[in-house]
Every structure is written in structure tokens, then in C-alpha cells.
């Protein structure tokens, strides 16, 4: 008979019968629909399956459920707040920030957890710490610039 | 139709792109129509074959034949004043729904925001061939001009009937027509209430000049931006039916490998499983994707497999299998799809090499080759097929959604009007997504589990399974006089193929030729195909032929140079990138340009070598492109730095290392892919031509990378790189 566990993801309390060596890229996609989650390589090395948890960047293909049970889950679904954007969301569609956008939502959720602790990022300091999201479109100066750009909105916001 | 015209109207023959099929023709209905468009206006694209000459192989002639006229999009205006425009072509992140909606809106003077494209649904969209080619500009992009033209004008026309006004004095704007003198308007809704009014264009039409465009030449930010960052949009992965299972297929340990036993008890055992095995398939279906796994582990197979070469022989592999004439066994046995051959060799000849190279101060052979690699789309393959009354639909990411379709058709003896394919906006292809692969394999699946059926491909089988840029051996040699001036051209390319391989300099003797081979993997279409094997050859090529008459590069190339909008190009790089001027210790410039697919384009690039390390790194790029009119600068922009980034991986480090049937570094950290810190600063230059109808830019703007920097690392080393990529483990420097 399968267990039931619950996951706390974007505030909200879902229950799962997922195994808990379960993929958490596969529990959020599949069992919770939420599918803004990309898979791209399985192995860490691509970024698209980035979540927050904690509010810090992981990769979901190579995180397990039984790893994140008392955890906070942000997927990209939960980043908006209403029809308010996150300032990195707006700064993508500001720069054009994509092509096919399939690395987008990994590309913001990095960044939200790049920035969530410093927003005075240098381009090369930028463009280090995304070494590990790939965009195959090559998309990539662009979406520095959206960085720095909504890294500007929000140092401006801050109180 | 001769070879040499098929180049005279800037399409050459293409052996990798070439395989949609036309099966049949449609009739238009309009009663048909309307019962599923709902009354309002319809305009049809009726065009003749002006296409045809695109392909190339044995089959052309009856083709032509069978293709009195052929519909290529349409457009409806409803009651309610929505303006639908309807077309086979597909989004992959080249953002042609966005600029394909700017041409509609501007013929049709409404906002952007009232047109909805429907694009790759075999049901509702006109037959397509397929998006490649970077021709969804200069033909899509022009019959959806024609088409939203066209309704503008049945709409003036019913306007002034209705008024008894003559139609030159109204007035179209913002979805309206106006009639000043008499201080009335009317909605397009209103004029096309009730109505089921068709129409189809004339193909000379007039349409608005590019220099009075006002929504197009306009960089407009892509149509759905808002679902694709907040995680809204459903890609093909994404789907989902109720009461789905997930699929899994047993994968054979090499190419050609076939099936000798199988033990699948274990996986039958697990809840809700299905195993189907069908000649050399395996897969299974399960309620969900772990289930489906561990099922999937739990099949026991043995398979028989016969040796095969590695990329160490490949070469030589290539030069020994030519094939003669028409095109080869590129399918290893036993895979489940076929492969994209169609076309054949290519020869062209023009005075006497012999004669010139025997009369020239200097002459120069030399060989380059380039490796297979891998498109990587970061969506790899993704199917959801679903059955119902012996009905097949399948949503997946396709180039060709009507080619798939054909296959779904053959592969399970149907006929294609049962089968219907759609294509949700996909996460890239880079002409990797021609085949249906994952769309056979999922409704297998599903057909024997009788519920819907999702099949994601995992990384590494999107790396094994699909299929490759074609890997090739080119052999130039050449002659040439003191003053520069070169004299013969004898250039082979095999394998590769025949995009691009025309020498765009002035050489009175040349032979040309593609050689088919065999090849030991499957290959098939890539981004800009062969032309960047034959620009990475030709561009060396000349830079040799500079440094031995010792010339400048740049002035070598103007002097053997006669076209003009190629001319632009290199000048207006040269000036951007200033070359000439000095550079730090270490650091090389170079070159590499040319022509392709209606788009001009030089490209500059500076490398910096770490002599310690062999350290190569690229640290700016310049482009200059030119491809006709411009629609969207933001989007070309976009286009264009994107293929010079991608051109950087196939120029510097991506090869598929294969022995024996198997690749040996198919998945992402064992295959390296630009990243961040592999972008140079890249600046760019559009020379917009008003007067010259739009190319794609996709595709063309990469072929200088890999030429330029070869070229720049000769510079800042004297070493001369010729094989691609140049630099996989650094450079050595001895
Ligand atoms: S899918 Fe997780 S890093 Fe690529
Ligand atoms: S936009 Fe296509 S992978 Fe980044």
C-alpha cells in the first residue's frame, strides 16, 4: 500500500504517493502537473530542472523527495506574485532573453537564488555563477544583461 | 530543370533536407471550411509549384506533375472581428510566430495583439514541407503578406459596395475602414457578419513596400513571452491526457543490433505495467514514469550486434565508401526510422583546372574535414499519441508535423487523413526534430496499452538515437598567380554535402563536386547543414592563399571578389572590427564569410592562446549580415548571435566520439556545449537592403565562425588548423 507524504511547494501543501526515491523533477511534473520544471540532461549538468529550495538553486533531476520533505519548493509557477512578475521574469521579456525558452525557467530560478543575496553582480561574476544552465539557442549575452538588469530593479526597490 | 538553374534562383540541391513528400493535394471545400472556422471571411493562398525545384532527386518530375496548385496558408476573419492566419510552418525558438503575426498585422492594419497564428497541426493547417531551409522568411512570411493583403482588399471592396462609394477614397486602419469625406467607419466584424465570403490571392499582388512597413521592420518582443517565464507554456514534453501512461523503450547496446532473447516476466509483474515487444521493439508503458523504469530495468534482452568502425578510421571511411550516383545506405540496419537521404551528387565544372593549375606561380592541395556532431536541442524528443476508433493523434516536436505524419501512416499501414499531428511551440530542433522517432514509438505503446501514451526521450537516447550532422572529408587544391589572382578551384566535399559549396570568388576554372558516401552513423540535417563544412573549408582555404602570395586576407579576398552585397559584408566587419590595427601579444585575427541561403554574412574574430596551456580562447566576434529586407531586427539580432554561439561549439570543441556502434560521449558531461563563459563579446552589424526581399538568418549567419577563428589561430600562432573542431583539447604547441 503506498504512503502518502506531503511537499510545500510555491506555499502551497500538496499531498503525494510518490516513492520517496523518487525524482523531485519527476514528482513535480508528473504528480503535482506542475511542468514549468524542464528536464534536459538528468544529471545536473544543464540547469533547466532548477528549483528553489530553501530559496536556494538545486538541481530537481538529482534531488530525491525523501531529501526535500519538510523543505520550501519555489518552482517557476510560484515565482509571480499575482500578476505581479518577479523582476527577473520582466527583465527576460524586457531583453528578449530567449529563443525557444526552454532553459527560461531554469535561467530565472538560478539567477532569483544568485540574486536573492547580492544584487551588485559584475557581468564575468554573473556569468560564472551561471556557468552550470546551458542554452542551446545561445541566448546567452542576453540574458546576462537581463540579469543585471533586474539585479538594478531590485537594489532600487530595496527599502 | 538543370542543376545549374536550380543555383541561378539561390536554391541548391540539399541531399539532408529534402523528404516531405507531397502524398495529395487538397481540395477546397468551403462549406468544409466554415464548419470549422465558422462563417466570416476566408482567404486562401493558392500557389503554383514554384517550389518544386527544391527538390532534388529522381522522383522530381512526377511530383511537379502532381501539383497543379497547392494551398500554402490562410486566414480567417470572424465574426467577432478575430483574425486567425493559419500555416504548417512551426515555432522552435526561431520566434516566427511573432514575426509571421507582425506580417499579417501589417498588411491587415490591425494590432499585433488581434492576430493568432495556428501553426503545425496537420488537421487545421495547410500542408507544409516542413520549417528548414531558413525559408519561412522569404515564403511563409510572403504568402501570409499576400493572404492578409488580399482580405484587407475584399474588405475595402465590400465596404465601398456597401456604401456605393469608389473604394479609393477609404480609408484601413486599426481593424477598421474609413470613409472621411462622409465621416463613417466600419469594424472588419461588422463587414464579414454572416458571411462566408472566400477568396484566393494572385500571386501578383501587390503588397506594402518594405520602406512604408510599420508593425514589421519593427522589433517586437515575442508574442507569448509572458506563458514561457512564468512556466505556462505546454511543451510537447509537458502534455498531458487523462488516464496517460508513461513510455519507455528498451534501447539496443549498439547500432544495427537485433533482438535474440527476451525474458520480460519480471516487468510484467509490475502494477500496471505493459510490455510490448514487436520484432526489434521493446518498450514498456506504466502508470507512471518510475514504474515504467523500473519495469524497463526489469526486461532481460539479449542482442546480437555486428562490429562496427570508430571515429578513428572515420575518415578514411568516408574517401573509400563513395557511392555512385544517387544517395546511400546512410540508415544503419535495423534502426526504426529512416534516415533524411534523397539527394544525390553534385558536380559542376568550368574551364580547365588541369590547364590552369599547370600554368599557376603557385599551387596549394590541402585537406580538411569536420566531425559528426550532435544538435542537442535542450528538449529532447517528446511524443503523447492517443487512439481512439482506430483515429491516431499525436502531439510532438517536430520540423515536420506533416512529414511525421506521413510516417505515423506508413509505420502503421493507414491512411494519413486518420492520423493527426500537432506540434506545440518546441523546445528547439536546429533541424534535429525531422523525424517522428518518438511519435512511432509512443503510439506503438499506446495502441497496445489502449490508453494515451507520453514517451520523453532521455538525454542520452536523444544523443544515440536520433541522428547527426554529417560528418566529411574535403580535399581543395588550388592555383594561383603572384598577383593574387587565383586561377583554379578543384574542390571535393564527401559526405558532408553540397549546401554552400559553390565558390562565391571569381575563378575562371573550377571543379566542383560532391561525393556521395556511405556513412557509419545516421546523419541527417543540422543548422546550416554543409555549408559550414564547405565555408570552414573554402575560407581556410583562401587565407592559405593569402599567406602564400603573402596579402593581406582581407584585401586578397576583395581582389578575387566581385559581388557586391558580399563585399558589403567583409567592408562593413572589416571596418566594425577594425581590422589592421594592433593587437596584444598572443592574440590573432581572422576571417571567414560567404554566402548562403540568401543572407550575406562576413564574420571577424579575435582568438587569445595561452602558449603554456594551448589555451585557446575567442574574445570578440564581429558579424556583418545582410539578408534582404529586415522584418524584426531585434529577432535577427537575437538569430544571429544565437547561431554564432552554436557555431562556436562545432568550431572549437563538440565531435561525437563513436566505436563500434556506440556513442561514447552522448550525454551532457561527457559532450561539451557552449556555455557562459565560451561567449566571446559579440558585436553585430545589420546592412538593412529595402530593395531586396527578406532571406531567414537562422542558419546562414554561422558559416564564418569556424573559418575565422582557424584563421585567427593561424594568425596568433602560424599553426593552420583543418579539421573541426580545431581545438577539442587545446591547443598544441610545439
Ligand atoms: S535536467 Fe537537471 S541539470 Fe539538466
Ligand atoms: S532559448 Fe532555447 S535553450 Fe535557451
Redesign the interface.
Known amino acids: 500500500m503506498a504512503t502518502t507524504r506531503q511537499l510545500n511547494v510555491n506555499g502551497r501543501v500538496y499531498t503525494t504517493d ?2 520517496p526515491e ?1 525524482i523531485l523533477l ?1 514528482v513535480l ?3 503535482l ?11 545536473g ?2 540547469g ?1 530542472c532548477t528549483v528553489l529550495i530553501d530559496g536556494k538553486a538545486r538541481r530537481s533531476c538529482i534531488t530525491r523527495l525523501a531529501d526535500v520533505a519538510q523543505r520550501q519548493i519555489t ?3 510560484g ?2 506574485k499575482g500578476d505581479q ?1 518577479h523582476p527577473l ?2 527583465a ?3 531583453e ?1 532573453a ?8 531554469g535561467m ?1 530560478m538560478s539567477a532569483v537564488s544568485l540574486l536573492s543575496t547580492r544584487q551588485d553582480l559584475s557581468a564575468a561574476e ?3 555563477s ?2 552550470g ?12 544583461s537581463a540579469i543585471q538588469k533586474a539585479a538594478e530593479v531590485m537594489r532600487e526597490s530595496r527599502p | 530543370m538543370s542543376r545549374e538553374l536550380e543555383f541561378e534562383a539561390g536554391v541548391e540541391p540539399e541531399r539532408y533536407e529534402l523528404t516531405a513528400l507531397l502524398r495529395y493535394c487538397f481540395e477546397v471545400d468551403r462549406r468544409e471550411f466554415f464548419k470549422f472556422l465558422g462563417t466570416g471571411l476566408l482567404i486562401v493562398c493558392v500557389w503554383k509549384d514554384a517550389y518544386g525545384m527544391q527538390e532534388s532527386g529522381s522522383d522530381r518530375g512526377t511530383r511537379l506533375q502532381s501539383l497543379p496548385a497547392e494551398i500554402a496558408a490562410w486566414l480567417h476573419i470572424g465574426e467577432d472581428g478575430a483574425v486567425t492566419a493559419y500555416t504548417g510552418k512551426v515555432e ?4 516566427i510566430r511573432t514575426s509571421l503575426s507582425q506580417a499579417v498585422a501589417e498588411e491587415l492594419h490591425v494590432p499585433i495583439s488581434k492576430v493568432q497564428m495556428v501553426m503545425g497541426d496537420t488537421k487545421q493547417t495547410p500542408y507544409d514541407r516542413g520549417t528548414f531551409g531558413s525559408r519561412t522568411t522569404p515564403e511563409m512570411n510572403l504568402q501570409l503578406r499576400k493572404v492578409a493583403s488580399a482580405a484587407r482588399d475584399v474588405l475595402v471592396g465590400i465596404a465601398a459596395s456597401q456604401w456605393q462609394v469608389d473604394r479609393n477614397r477609404l480609408l484601413v486602419g486599426d481593424g477598421k475602414i474609413t470613409d472621411s469625406a462622409n465621416e463613417r467607419s466600419v469594424e472588419y466584424a461588422a463587414l464579414v457578419k454572416g458571411n462566408q465570403l472566400t477568396g484566393t490571392v494572385p500571386a501578383e499582388d501587390p503588397l506594402i513596400p518594405a520602406t512604408h512597413w510599420k508593425v514589421a521592420g519593427r ?1 517586437l ?2 508574442i507569448d ?2 506563458d ?8 510537447p ?2 502534455q ?1 491526457l487523462p488516464e496517460m501512461l ?1 513510455g519507455k523503450v528498451l534501447r539496443p547496446p549498439a547500432f544495427g543490433a537485433t533482438l535474440s532473447s527476451l525474458d520480460t516476466h519480471k516487468a510484467d509483474k509490475l502494477p500496471g505495467a505493459i510490455v510490448v515487444h514487436d520484432g526489434n521493439f521493446v518498450g514498456v508503458a506504466a502508470p ?3 514504474i515504467a523504469s523500473r519495469a524497463l530495468a526489469a526486461v532481460h534482452a539479449e542482442w546480437k550486434s555486428v562490429p562496427q568502425i570508430s571515429n578513428k578510421e572515420l575518415f578514411e571511411y568516408l574517401k573509400q565508401n563513395e557511392e555512385s550516383g544517387e544517395s546511400g545506405g546512410l540508415v544503419p540496419p535495423g534502426s526504426l526510422a529512416r534516415s533524411d537521404s534523397s539527394g544525390s551528387a553534385f558536380r559542376y565544372e568550368a574551364g580547365s583546372v588541369e590547364k590552369a593549375l599547370a600554368s599557376a606561380d603557385h599551387r596549394l592541395q590541402q585537406t580538411y574535414t569536420v566531425s559528426y556532431i550532435a544538435h ?5 524528443r517528446a511524443a503523447l499519441a492517443q487512439w481512439s476508433d482506430d483515429n491516431l493523434t499525436v502531439w510532438t516536436g517536430t520540423q515536420r508535423p506533416f512529414g511525421v505524419r506521413a510516417e505515423l501512416a506508413e509505420a502503421f499501414r493507414m491512411s494519413e487523413e486518420r492520423v493527426r499531428v500537432l506540434m506545440p ?4 530542433a ?1 533541424g534535429g526534430k525531422h523525424t517522428g522517432e518518438t511519435a512511432i514509438e509512443a503510439a506503438r505503446l499506446a495502441r497496445a496499452a489502449k490508453r494515451p501514451v507520453k514517451l ?1 526521450w ?2 542520452e537516447e536523444e544523443f544515440t538515437w536520433a541522428y547527426f550532422r554529417p560528418a566529411g572529408v574535403l580535399e581543395v587544391s588550388s592555383g594561383i598567380r603572384n598577383d593574387g589572382t587565383i586561377l583554379a578551384w578543384d574542390f571535393h566535399n564527401y559526405n558532408s554535402g553540397a549546401m554552400g559549396i559553390r565558390t562565391f570568388y571569381e575563378i575562371e576554372n573550377q571543379r566542383i563536386q560532391f561525393h556521395v558516401t556511405r556513412s557509419p552513423l545516421r546523419q541527417g540535417s543540422y543548422r546550416a547543414l554543409a555549408a559550414t563544412a564547405n565555408h570552414f573549408a573554402r575560407e581556410s582555404h583562401i587565407d592559405e592563399l593569402a599567406h602564400l602570395v603573402k596579402m593581406d586576407p582581407l584585401g586578397f579576398r576583395l581582389k578575387n571578389l566581385k559581388n557586391e552585397r558580399l563585399r558589403a559584408v567583409f567592408e562593413a566587419a572589416a571596418k566594425k572590427f577594425a581590422w589592421g590595427q594592433n593587437k596584444p601579444a598572443g592574440h590573432g585575427f581572422g576571417m571567414g564569410g560567404g554566402f548562403e541561403k540568401g543572407g550575406n554574412v562576413a564574420t571577424f574574430a579575435e582568438v587569445a592562446v595561452d602558449r603554456s596551456t594551448g589555451d585557446v580562447k575567442v574574445v570578440r566576434m564581429v558579424t556583418a549580415f545582410e539578408c534582404g529586407a529586415i522584418v524584426n531586427p ?2 535577427l539580432l ?2 544571429i ?6 557555431g562556436l561549439g562545432g568550431a572549437l570543441f563538440e565531435a561525437i566520439d563513436f566505436s563500434d556502434g556506440r556513442i561514447l560521449n552522448g ?3 561527457d559532450y561539451r ?5 565560451d ?1 566571446p563579446a ?1 558585436q553585430t552589424v545589420l546592412l538593412d537592403r529595402k530593395d531586396i526581399p527578406s532571406a531567414g538568418a537562422g542558419e546562414s549567419s554561422m558559416v564564418g565562425v569556424a573559418p575565422a577563428i582557424a584563421n585567427a589561430i593561424f594568425d596568433a600562432t602560424g599553426i593552420r588548423l583543418r579539421s573541426l573542431p580545431l581545438v577539442p583539447n587545446g591547443l598544441k604547441i610545439s
Do not use: W
Open positions: 510518490a516513492d523518487a519527476f511534473r508528473d504528480h502537473d506542475l511542468t514549468g520544471t524542464k528536464y534536459g540532461c538528468g544529471e549538468q544543464c533547466a518552482t517557476i509557477e515565482l509571480a512578475l521574469q520582466q527576460f521579456l524586457d528578449a530567449m529563443q525557444c525558452a526552454y532553459c527560461t525557467s530565472i554573473i556569468r560564472r551561471m556557468e544552465n546551458v542554452c542551446r539557442c545561445g541566448t546567452y549575452p542576453r540574458i546576462v | 522552435v525558438g526561431q520566434n522589433s518582443p515575442k513571452g509572458l514561457f517565464v512564468t512556466g505556462k507554456h505546454r511543451y514534453s509537458d498531458k508513461y507512471s514514469a518510475e542537442v536541442p535542450l528538449e529532447p511551440d518546441t523546445g528547439s536546429y520523453m532521455t538525454r531585434d529577432g537575437n538569430q548571435e544565437g547561431a554564432n554561439i552554436m550525454r551532457l558531461s556545449v557552449p556555455r557562459f563563459s561567449v559579440l
